[in-house]
């Protein structure tokens, strides 16, 4: 059966970048791939590759799973799991380091960006973290990958070796295909429309997380960063500001920028943003009204436990198979 991999880190505020760039089209893919297997996990071991409270960890891991669960997952093709729990990932990650060379590693822009942010030393996973995610996605032969923007460059890595892999021992990994969607790809930060809305991000005012309460979601909109020109236009270099509040509702609505701009044509950014927030709140609300009932169920635990069974049987043989290939171990009759 084809498959789809991807994964999110349980670190910082999920917030409606991430939601769009990658939880809701997770959605909307499983809908047209209804005939493909999707593992979808709590990148639980790529957190640690800057400091992070363990009490605050634990916490997150389960938020996170409940609020993928409560954005509208449908539940019979999906695995949904726990990286850690899978030794399968550490295990295939090394064999991936042992693959990737210094220099390719060294041209990761998000290594380059994140090693300058760390305070107390930069620990050396942050530098091997795409050993580690070609790992996430090669042990399921993933035929599709859906990221960001900003997941790009990891995936041409994770592309590059698994053909250096197969070119060497023969057919061992599927080749996977980043899957980014075009719109929503890159949600900007409410404050600063130059930079990418974060989740690790100081400043709250620069995004609206997944469980902020409806008079948050519309204050922040309304504080958006616009320009001072009043047309409701799309215009991605006059208009940064203005233009990701289109991109937020078109990723939501699915309308188009024609249809946006003329009807709005002789009123003002208050309406648009006005309007705008009745939309955010109107997507998240059923969405937090899911994730509170779920966040405490035993059904959770029990999702996550399926989907751990599941994808251990398939990252198992994926690493024995390499190992066997690589020589190590003893051999078995
Ligand atoms: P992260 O939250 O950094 O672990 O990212 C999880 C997924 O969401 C990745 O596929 C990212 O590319 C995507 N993502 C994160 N932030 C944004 C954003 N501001 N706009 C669009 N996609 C995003
Ligand atoms: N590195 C991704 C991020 O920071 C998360 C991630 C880890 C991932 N492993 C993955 C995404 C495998 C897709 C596939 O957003």
Do not use: W
Not at 85 to 103: D, I, K, R, T
Not at 173 to 182: E, G, H, M, R, S
Request: charged share 30%; with cysteine.
């Amino acid at each position: 059966m084809k498959t789809i991999v991807s994964g999110i880190q349980p670190t910082g505020s999920l917030n409606i970048g991430t939601y769009l760039g990658s939880i809701k089209n997770f959605v909307k893919l499983q809908k047209i791939y209804s005939d493909y297997h999707f593992y979808l996990f709590i990148a639980d071991l790529h957190a640690l590759t800057t400091p992070m409270d363990a009490k605050k960890l634990r916490q997150k891991i389960k938020e996170l799973a409940a609020l993928y669960l409560a954005c509208g997952l449908e539940r019979e093709n999906l695995s949904l799991f726990v990286q850690s729990e899978l030794p399968a990932h550490s295990q295939m990650g090394y064999l991936l380091q042992c693959h990737a060379y210094m220099g390719e590693l060294e041209r990761m822009t998000q290594y380059k960006d994140k090693a300058q942010k760390q305070t107390d030393g930069i620990r050396s996973s942050l530098f091997t973290y795409p050993a580690l995610m070609a790992a996430d996605i090669l042990l399921y032969d993933a035929e599709y990958v859906p990221v960001g923007d900003d997941q790009k460059q990891h995936l041409e890595l994770t592309r590059t070796l698994a053909e250096r892999i197969n070119h060497r021992y023969g057919d061992v990994f599927k080749v996977p295909k980043p899957l980014i969607p075009k719109v929503a790809s890159r949600i900007m930060s409410l404050t600063d429309p130059t930079k990418k809305m974060s989740k690790s991000d100081e400043n709250v005012k620069s995004r609206i997380n997944l469980l902020d309460d409806e008079n948050i979601i519309r204050k922040r909109i309304k504080s958006a960063v616009t320009d001072s020109d009043q047309t409701v236009r799309y215009d991605r270099e006059e208009k940064p500001g203005l233009s990701n509040l289109f991109d937020i509702r078109i990723a939501i609505t699915d309308e188009s920028v024609k249809e946006i701009e003329d009807a709005y044509e002789g009123k003002g950014y208050k309406e648009f943003k006005e309007d705008l927030g009745d939309i955010v709140v109107e997507e998240l609300l059923p969405i937090q009204k899911r994730y509170r009932e779920l966040i405490d169920s035993g059904e959770l635990d029990k999702i996550l436990d399926e989907g751990k069974k599941r994808a251990e049987q398939v990252a198992n043989k994926k690493v024995e198979k390499l190992n066997r290939i690589l020589g190590l171990g003893r051999k078995r009759k």
